[in-house]
């Protein structure tokens, strides 16, 4: 039989499975390990598609995959083909192929895009992050409200309840979704841990060595296990094991490594290190107009080394990234963001920690996360292997034991859903209260209530069904103390005692103790003053065994109502969806259940859109200039990291916007309102006119950090534009937004 291809490559199983499953009209799911061709999948959607004269969009989690994504596109069919859409950018949104966040389709589709009625194709890529506890509404709404005339396509890692997943979406779209698993890689992954002590070994083998020094140095003061750092594993694996990704949840540590490793390494001859020279010439222009951080880069790249995470400038990435491609970097020490759909594979992963800061507590790798970074590991094509590598300290195995990841054992996809009051105002404004009630109940959490419930309910028939059928076996004094079983060897318990308390005296048997003994006595007594029954030992023998199972079946059966009555009311959304409409009644955005001119406002905004509808029908803008006007504006989207410092300048009186937030806060609660005045200080001086450097003098933010709150007030201003219709003010905002879109903040042209 003929294996089919595409673009001359030889078909897996699994990607002539969705091929087909395209081309006979399905929506599909394909959950398949890293590095296994999903994309491909996509790819031949998109191709089949632009040929069909059709519209497809392209969605993905983070924007720096949306910007590869879109460079990839371009190469592979054309710029013209290819369009963006992010909070940054908009180019060619025509374009047969458009490219964008999720966050922004799932905005075109709860305020009903027109636009939209031209897509064909939705592609979901990284569709677990449904499963994101911060986003992960954004994917749910988007499913939930993606139009019935779009074919879904979505791709995954692999996931534990894919079926599940499947099954919801295919119940809320009344369509059949093919549901496309792989669990095999095409390159085979080792896991190893790594010592300076015991070198690279398998979990096993970590322990026996462990226990083995234990038990031969117990006596030892001090540490017993020598030392183990990142340069000792380079070390180990350099010769055989490179080029790899070095995973580090540190931004700071990611770079500190990177130094380290360049003091003692070198990985590029003389004509390789010419070619990442040119590179920065060319990306960043001459020397002397480098930043001092672009200088440290170029050191590092020119070594074969480098890092890489969201602090960086965005084109300082790009060229790190750019060389990684040209596999001029071997060792390349990054945050986790890296392994999120960025196709850059490696020979081996290393891990400097399996414990990551969650934003809350330091907690073990999740097994979905640990498979998602190392499935980075083994190049098809190159590699018969890929490589885990994780860096352990003895010196912690027993207070920190490293986690024994299990591909078998993936955490299940689960619904992070919350109702946010620009989905309250958008569905009021789109929806009959009928598809309201509809949409709350086709959410991925009430179908997860419902299938939950279901399972339980069965479950539990089952146990009942099982207990019942151990009725018949037993008598009707099983359990009870007429049964030889549970009579003799209580009684032998209450001779025993009785024996214990008369050996006290009265003294003693006057204390608290032997009160309690008295108390116990009298008790059992009670309880034992029945005539037990004169049973065969073998009558005896089944009712023992059969007892004990009905034991264990009543405590399963008790557990089981106990997770029923906990389960949330399938109706919860529905009930925080009008106690929302109440607030907003309250506020101003709804008189009944028609919208009104804030309500309209507030569901074009979606970063703080109460806070920010309710600055702009205040007159608080008209007391700022231009500059204080951004200010204002960064403080509303920006997320604080810990140890985040700025300078204290009062470059605007914030009195007025923290009588707005008292006010909100009284309707709708304490959460209801998020900003960070300290932010402001950056925002204003670069609106000012600053150079970045100056702006850097002011704060710890990373440089990538700053352009990042440039870049978010920007969007800010656009989603403001978009939803006022003032034609002042829209002149107003567009000057505020050139204002900050200039030098370092500017897009990089894609």
């Known amino acids: 039989m003929t294996k089919r291809t595409y673009h001359g490559l030889t078909l897996d199983r699994f990607q002539e499975e969705a091929l087909d499953a395209i081309d006979e009209g399905h929506s599909v799911v394909v959950a398949a390990p890293t590095g296994t061709g999903k994309t491909l999948v996509a790819d031949y959607l998109v191709d089949k598609a632009i040929e069909a004269h059709q519209q497809v969009i392209y969605t993905a989690p983070i924007k720096a995959l949306s910007n590869q994504k879109f460079k990839d596109y371009k190469e592979l069919f054309g710029s013209e083909k290819v369009g963006i859409m992010t909070g940054d950018v908009v180019m060619n949104p025509d374009a047969p192929l458009l490219i964008m966040t999720t966050e922004i389709f799932r905005n075109q589709v709860i305020t009903e895009d027109p636009a939209l009625q031209r897509v064909t194709h939705i592609i979901f890529d990284e569709i677990h992050w449904l499963n994101d506890e911060e986003r992960g509404t954004v994917w749910e709404e988007s499913i939930i409200l993606a139009p019935a005339h779009m074919k879904i396509l979505g791709l995954s890692a692999t996931i534990a309840n894919a079926r599940q997943l499947v099954r919801w979406i295919e119940s809320i779209r009344e369509e059949k979704v093919s549901l496309i698993e792989e669990h095999r890689r095409i390159v085979p992954l080792e896991y190893y841990y790594y010592t300076k002590d015991t070198g690279l070994v398998t979990y096993d083998q970590l322990w026996r060595y462990y226990r083995q020094q234990i038990k031969s140095h117990h006596n030892s003061d001090g540490p017993l296990f020598s030392p183990t750092t990142h340069l000792d594993l380079i070390r180990t694996i350099h010769r055989k094991y490179l080029p790899t990704l070095y995973f580090v949840f540190s931004r700071k540590q990611c770079a500190d490594k990177a130094r380290e490793l360049a003091g003692i390494a070198n990985y590029l001859n003389h004509n390789e290190a010419i070619q990442v020279e040119n590179a920065f010439l060319q990306q960043f222009g001459p020397e002397e107009e480098w930043s001092a951080s672009t200088h440290q880069l170029k050191r590092l790249c020119t070594k074969g080394i480098a890092f890489h995470h969201a602090g960086l400038l965005p084109m300082q990435k790009a060229i790190v990234e750019e060389l990684f491609l040209r596999r001029l970097i071997h060792v390349l020490y990054c945050t986790e963001t890296f ?315 914030w009195l007025p916007v923290q009588e707005l937030e008292h006010y909100i806060q009284s309707v709708c609660g304490p959460d209801a309102v998020r900003y960070d005045p300290r932010v402001s200080v950056i925002t204003y001086f670069w609106s000012k006119g600053l150079p970045f450097a100056e702006i850097q003098r002011l704060c710890n933010l990373d440089e990538g950090d700053i352009i990042s709150v440039f870049r978010r007030t920007i969007d800010l201003l656009r989603q403001m534009r978009d939803a006022v219709k003032e034609p002042g003010l829209n002149q107003r905002l567009k000057i505020c937004m050139d204002k900050l879109d200039r030098d370092e903040a500017a897009i990089l042209e894609l």
């Open 339 to 653: 392994s999120v759909g960025i196709n850059y594979p490696v020979k081996a992963v290393c891990f400097d920690s399996l414990n990551k800061f969650d934003g809350r507590n330091f907690r073990p790798l999740a097994n979905h996360e640990f498979f998602q970074m190392s499935g980075r590991a083994g190049r098809r094509g190159l590699d018969e292997k890929g490589y885990s590598f994780a860096l352990i300290d003895l010196n912690y195995m027993e207070k920190s034991p490293p986690p024994r990841f299990n591909i078998k054992r993936l955490e299940p996809l689960t619904s992070q859903f919350k109702l946010s009051y620009n989905t309250t105002l958008n569905l009021q404004a789109t929806l009959s209260p009928e598809q309201i009630e509809l949409y709350f109940q086709k959410s991925f959490a009430a179908f997860s209530y419902i299938q939950t419930n279901e399972d339980l309910t069965s479950e539990l028939k089952l146990i009942n069904a099982k207990l019942a059928d151990i009725n018949q076996i037993v008598c009707e004094h099983a359990g009870t103390f007429t049964c030889p079983l549970k009579y003799h060897p209580k009684k032998k318990e209450l001779d025993r005692l009785s024996r214990a308390y008369t050996t006290l005296g009265p003294r003693r048997q006057n204390r608290a103790y032997g009160r309690e003994m008295a108390r116990k006595i009298k008790t059992w007594k009670k309880l034992l003053n029945v005539n037990p029954q004169k049973c065969q030992n073998s009558k005896l023998t089944i009712c023992e065994q059969e007892t004990k199972n009905m034991a264990k079946l009543q405590q399963h059966a008790a557990e089981i109502k106990k997770e029923l009555i906990s389960l949330p009311d399938q109706n919860s959304f529905l009930a925080d969806f009008h106690f929302k409409l109440n607030h907003l009644r309250q506020m101003g955005y709804l008189r009944g259940e028609e919208l009104l001119p804030r309500g309209e406002c507030a569901r074009h905004i979606y970063v703080q859109e109460l806070l920010v509808t309710e600055l702009i029908y205040s007159n608080i803008f008209d007391s700022l200039d231009d500059d204080q006007l951004n200010a204002l504006l960064s403080s509303i989207d920006f997320e604080s990291r810990k140890n985040d410092y700025f300078q204290r300048l009062q470059v605007l009186d």
